[in-house]
């Protein structure tokens, strides 16, 4: 079964589009995340849910909105897409203060390509 | 603010042999957990080996190890007996502990190569 999983996998869309990428997670985790991986592939965090409530929110700008309908849910919605969103989007999952399961498992990626 | 650096950007090891990879970080904090993650062609970013700052035993998962040095702010990451398998990048990770969820900041990866 899968544990974190993203749709979809693949999105390519044009400049000035609104799209979403979904997360789910059925490990029982009452946190998510969502990553960006660049073109370099440096990997830097985005937001961070707790039980359905934004508790890290980085420098992103605010075309980015994420929604969690429920803890196993974590949906990512981007507004007027520009060329620089083109990255790969990670979501992971976590237990707070559960060791090890406050490890962070990561989803297979969606990798967003803005022509 | 932590900063994690990894100084090789690629490595090379021929099959069965042993690799070092290396990863330094920058943190005034006391408590916090290192991880390495590897992330193959295929993208999925998986879990290879965590460490929690406050055990001075260094972890070890099958032909996985770390050399922890606190001090040093050093945690790096031996792949003994190298197998095709490994071949991917790979990720030097710091976490701080502070109760509640927190951010995971990545260094910007080695490239391992695994040769015949």
């Known amino acids: 079964d899968t544990a974190v999983s993203q749709t979809p996998k693949y999105l390519v869309t044009q400049m000035g589009n609104d799209k979403s990428i979904k997360c789910e997670q059925n490990?029982?985790?009452?946190?998510m995340y969502w990553y960006k991986q660049d073109s370099k592939k440096f990997l830097k965090i985005m937001f961070s849910?707790?039980?359905?409530?934004?508790?890290i929110n980085e420098t992103v700008p605010n075309r980015f909105s994420p929604k969690s309908p429920d803890k196993a849910h974590l949906n990512l919605h981007i507004n007027s897409l520009e060329l620089g969103d083109s990255a790969v989007y990670f979501c992971a999952s976590s237990q707070v203060n559960l060791a090890p399961r406050d490890t962070q498992y990561f989803g297979p990626g969606t990798r967003l390509t803005v022509l | 603010a932590q900063t994690v650096t990894q100084s090789q950007p690629e490595m090379s090891v021929q099959e069965a042999e042993t690799v070092t990879l290396s990863c330094t970080y920058d943190?005034?904090?006391?408590?916090?957990?290192l991880f390495w993650y590897k992330q193959p062609p295929s993208r999925q970013m998986i879990l290879v080996i965590r460490?929690?700052?406050?055990?001075?035993q260094n972890a070890t998962e099958n032909r996985f190890s770390v050399n922890f040095q606190k001090a040093a702010k050093s945690f790096s990451l031996k792949i003994s007996d190298s197998q095709l398998g490994d071949a991917a990048m790979y990720f030097c990770?710091?976490?701080?502990?502070?109760?509640?969820?927190?951010?995971?900041?990545f260094g910007t990866g080695t490239r391992l190569q695994v040769t015949l």
């Open positions: 990770a710091y976490r701080l502990y502070t109760g509640t969820a927190s951010k995971l900041t």
């Open positions: 490990l029982g985790h009452d946190t």
């Open positions: 849910y707790n039980n359905k409530e934004l508790i």
């Open positions: 943190t005034s904090e006391s408590d916090y957990y």
């Open positions: 460490q929690e700052a406050y055990k001075q």
